[in-house]
């Protein structure tokens, strides 16, 4: 079993940047291939990113490309989304998730979830 917290959220102005963080339960973290989705409200939870076990390999969506950065640190049992040049419709609750299939952008593929964490970005 693994638990996930994210935190890092906040009110930012468009261009602006934030971290947010995941931090996991467990001895087994690097095991687990990571993801981070987003839902806004009114809309359908979507992939934003994800990054192995290893930390080697990443995925983005094609929206946040170029400027959001997936990254782990699996000493500290923490996954990190980095977001550069925020934009209004980023705005929405982020989510990290936890599993075993390789870089999916599916949700359902996903076995562990965290709370997630409210981004509000500003025009």
């Known amino acids: 079993q693994v638990q996930l917290v994210e935190s890092g959220g906040g009110l930012v102005q468009a261009g602006g940047s934030l971290r947010l963080s995941c931090a996991a339960s467990?001895?087994?973290?690097?095991?687990?291939?990571m993801g981070w989705f987003r839902q806004a409200p009114g809309k359908e939870r979507e992939f934003v990113a994800a990054?192995?076990?290893?930390?080697?390999?990443?995925k983005y969506a094609s929206s946040v490309k170029g400027r959001f950065t997936i990254s782990r640190d699996n000493a500290k049992n923490t996954v990190y989304l980095q977001l550069n040049s925020l934009k209004p419709e980023d705005t929405a609750v982020y989510y990290c998730?936890?599993?075993?299939?390789?870089?999916?952008?599916?949700?359902?593929?996903?076995?562990?979830w965290g709370q997630g964490t409210q981004v509000t970005v500003s025009s």
């Open positions: 990054i192995t076990g290893s930390g080697s390999n990443t």
């Open positions: 998730a936890g599993g075993l299939y390789y870089l999916t952008r599916t949700a359902n593929e996903y076995a562990y």
């Open positions: 467990g001895r087994t973290f690097s095991t687990y291939h």
